[in-house]
């Protein structure tokens, strides 16, 4: 819940700036469900964006109705988004997300078109209590289970709850071991699980994304508050083009 018209247009701008014009890797912008109209506006008058697609940060787990203040598939679909977040860690601790709803959620995306980044994560209690690949499996299972006919469609991001902006990064070699859990289920999911990419969301940042991002498991980021300084999102796209 960041960003105003004004901080939205000059970071767009920044970006749209520094930006090549290939820049080697997949890019987009998941941003306030109020800003979908702006980023519209702005790709139209800065080529530059293009490179960029749209996200949302949230999607409703109903196709339409009665439930005031949700924001449907179809509606983000109007407005040209191509991803849409599901189950991020805060949307799990602070609107008591279930992995059911979630699953839900990811079903409405894939139904109109829009690629749905499923977020997996453990707490740290959980870490400590040795329950990371339990946990993660099981988010990533209800998925499955209610998208199995499509699940080679998703994207997969894995976000330590501990490592959230918090300040503290999974070490490479924690984060590369979770992805190998998740990279095995999707395998044993879909004979289609190459085309899934997993990506990890927890403070990755300019100083360490490339090291994160030369894990043989670990195909790129979801980013948090280092998306919001131009330099830094910069820095990270072209660790990711490598």
């Known amino acids: 819940m960041n960003g105003s018209l004004a901080a939205n247009e000059a970071l767009l701008q920044a970006l749209a700036a520094g930006l090549p014009v290939q820049p080697g890797c997949a890019v987009a912008v998941c941003v306030p469900a109020p800003y979908l109209a702006q980023f519209q506006a702005l790709a139209q008058a800065l080529p530059a964006l293009a490179a960029i697609d749209l996200g949302a940060q949230d999607v409703s787990a109903k196709a339409s109705g009665a439930y005031t203040g949700e924001v449907s598939a179809s509606m983000l679909k109007d407005f040209g988004c191509r991803y849409?977040?599901?189950?991020?860690?805060?949307?799990?601790?602070?609107?008591?997300?279930?992995?059911?709803?979630?699953?839900?959620?990811?079903?409405?995306?894939?139904?109109?078109?829009?690629?749905?980044?499923?977020?997996?994560?453990?707490?740290?209690?959980?870490?400590?209590?040795?329950?990371?690949?339990?946990?993660?499996?099981?988010?990533?299972?209800?998925v499955i289970h209610a998208n199995g006919h499509c699940i080679s469609e998703i994207v997969v991001a894995y976000e330590p709850v501990w490592a959230i902006g918090t300040g503290r990064t999974a070490t490479p070699e924690q984060a590369q071991a979770v992805h190998a859990v998740l990279r095995a289920q999707l395998k044993a999911a879909t004979d289609q699980s190459a085309r899934v990419k997993i990506l990890y969301g927890g403070s990755m940042n300019a100083a360490n994304a490339a090291t994160l991002l030369s894990q043989p498991d670990i195909d790129g980021g979801l980013i948090g508050g280092a998306s919001l300084k131009a330099p830094d999102f910069l820095t990270i796209i072209a660790a990711a083009a490598v």
């Open 84 to 142: 849409a977040i599901v189950g991020h860690s805060e949307r799990r601790q602070y609107h008591f997300e279930t992995d059911a709803l979630v699953a839900e959620k990811a079903q409405q995306a894939l139904a109109v078109g829009i690629t749905p980044i499923v977020c997996v994560g453990e707490t740290l209690a959980e870490r400590e209590a040795g329950q990371t690949e339990s946990v993660v499996k099981r988010q990533l299972a209800a």
